[in-house]
């Protein structure tokens, strides 16, 4: 028979996966009333509440249940979780620490934890525990893609063999294809056998887009409508009661170069950053009318002076004094909104080349996002939408969107970095482009790489691969998108 306290969290849980945290709230609150030790709902609450834009809360809670008794390893991998939501990192590296003390037999815990480390730059750390993740369950297929990304493979020291009787084994599924190909297709990659590394991409981006239930004309019909919702010149920057002029918006498409950019801003004084959150989309959500019409339109219509106070509370909440960098690529379908909202933010848009920029995110597996990019049609077509929706804000902000060529930044990153810091109102040191010192927690698909100096061997890596990329360089061409005339 369910107690009062469990079936509290069940409901709470259930009114969570719906949507609903502030009726998820008081059960979660009632699940947690009389805990003696740590338990599971108490990182649940502190989720809920972080949702809510409730920081300072949050991590009340999470305070409060490492001050009870020991409870389970689930506990614990939930309150670092939520830890990493709040950027405390150090703790949540300890944390999931302690979950794999209390349960080393359990793959996905190591996994974590290697997660977390990653994103503190300690990738020996991290590739030792995936390599426990492995020997604990040999299907932790997350667990191999990680590691091989973790660090540039050699002919000496490589996971090839490995993954490839991983991939010839008649249990290796459509999950295993995926993650186990992508793997093996990035260490391919840096041992430069070119057409068997696309072998693989190919087979796990295709094993990816099986799992997806997709349509990129759906996604072309909606940045269509996010563009005639915002049809008019931006207004005369107004001065609100939110203080907008802290905030920088790095967009662009993802692989394009924005982390980057981020990693060198961070490298200045007075400047953090808040990683890829979901702050803006979110202040904007809660402020929208309802209504059974265009939800386009309707966001379009939110109150800026609700959303601008709704946004600072999540972004800053320790009222920092310095200048917040939001580096969420998706942010791209927001330009407009966030000029009417934020009319002193800086926002920066990356661009790459359209081929490489396409070739980038097709060889890498995204969790929730990007679905257009296991497919070369698809990539075509959004990428054209996306290119569309650029001008369409281009012409909208004018000088209010600041545009950044990737080529430039890797093959001038002193010229460019101090430009964009300038722009940024920021105090420029050449230290800042030494990133490899740069000691900020990364978790984006960038953060090993962005451990080394700043490299420019990414750029033109499409013509590695030209003859497997014919069709989407035929696609690109056929959607109006230009690229090299001896592509």
């Known amino acids: 028979m369910a107690t009062a306290s469990s079936s509290a969290d069940l409901e709470a849980f259930r009114l969570l996966r719906a949507g609903r945290p502030a009726e998820a709230l008081p059960f979660a609150e009632r699940a947690v009333a009389n805990a003696a030790v740590c338990v599971p709902t108490h990182a649940l609450l502190a989720t809920i509440l972080l949702g809510l834009g409730r920081a300072p809360d949050a991590e009340s809670v999470i305070v409060r249940a490492l001050e009870l008794g020991t409870g389970v390893a689930d506990a614990y991998d939930g309150l670092a979780y939520a830890s990493m939501a709040l950027g405390r990192h150090e703790r949540a590296s300890s944390l999931y620490r302690r979950a794999t003390t209390l349960a080393p037999g359990t793959s996905r815990f190591w996994y974590n934890l290697a997660c977390c480390e990653r994103g503190l730059g300690r990738l020996a750390e991290a590739e030792a525990a995936c390599d426990t993740a492995i020997a604990v369950d040999p299907a932790n297929y997350p667990s191999y893609l990680l590691r091989s990304e973790l660090r540039l493979q050699t002919p000496e020291f490589n996971h090839v063999a490995e993954l490839e009787a991983r991939l010839a084994r008649p249990d290796a599924d459509g999950r295993a294809r995926m993650f186990l190909g992508y793997a093996l297709g990035k260490e391919l990659d840096d041992l430069q056998r070119f057409d068997a590394a696309f072998h693989w991409f190919a087979r796990a981006a295709e094993a990816r887009r099986a799992r997806l239930s997709y349509e990129v004309a759906l996604d072309e019909k909606k940045l269509g409508r996010i563009a005639a919702s915002y049809a008019r010149p931006a207004a005369a920057p107004r001065r609100g009661a939110t203080d907008s002029a802290k905030f920088i918006f790095i967009v662009g498409l993802p692989r394009s170069g924005t982390t980057l950019l981020e990693r060198i801003l961070t490298g200045l004084p007075g400047a953090a950053s808040n990683g890829e959150t979901d702050n803006f989309a979110r202040a904007l959500l809660a402020a929208t009318p309802a209504g059974n019409d265009d939800i386009f339109a309707r966001a379009a219509t939110a109150d800026p002076d609700a959303v601008a106070a709704d946004y600072a509370r999540r972004a800053d909440p320790a009222n920092f004094r310095g200048r917040i960098i939001e580096k969420l690529p998706l942010n791209y379908l927001y330009l407009g909104a966030i000029r009417q909202a934020l009319p002193q933010a800086t926002i920066i848009a990356v661009r790459r080349s359209p081929l490489d920029s396409c070739f980038a995110m097709y060889r890498t597996l995204f969790g929730e996002g990007y679905p257009f990019s296991y497919d070369f049609s698809d990539l075509a077509r959004y990428y054209a939408a996306f290119d569309r929706l650029m001008s369409h804000w281009r012409a909208l902000l004018g000088d209010g969107l600041h545009e950044v060529v990737y080529e430039d930044v890797v093959r001038a990153p002193e010229r460019e970095g101090s430009a964009v810091a300038r722009h940024c109102g920021l ?61």
Do not use: C, F, K, M
């Open 427 to 487: 105090t420029w040191s050449r230290a800042a482009i030494e990133i490899q010192n740069n000691r900020a927690v990364s978790l984006t698909a960038s953060a090993a790489q962005v451990r080394r100096p700043i490299y420019g061997t990414s750029s033109g890596r499409w013509r590695h691969y030209h003859r497997h990329l014919r069709p989407l360089i035929g696609a690109l061409r056929d959607a109006g998108v230009v690229v090299p005339d001896d592509a």
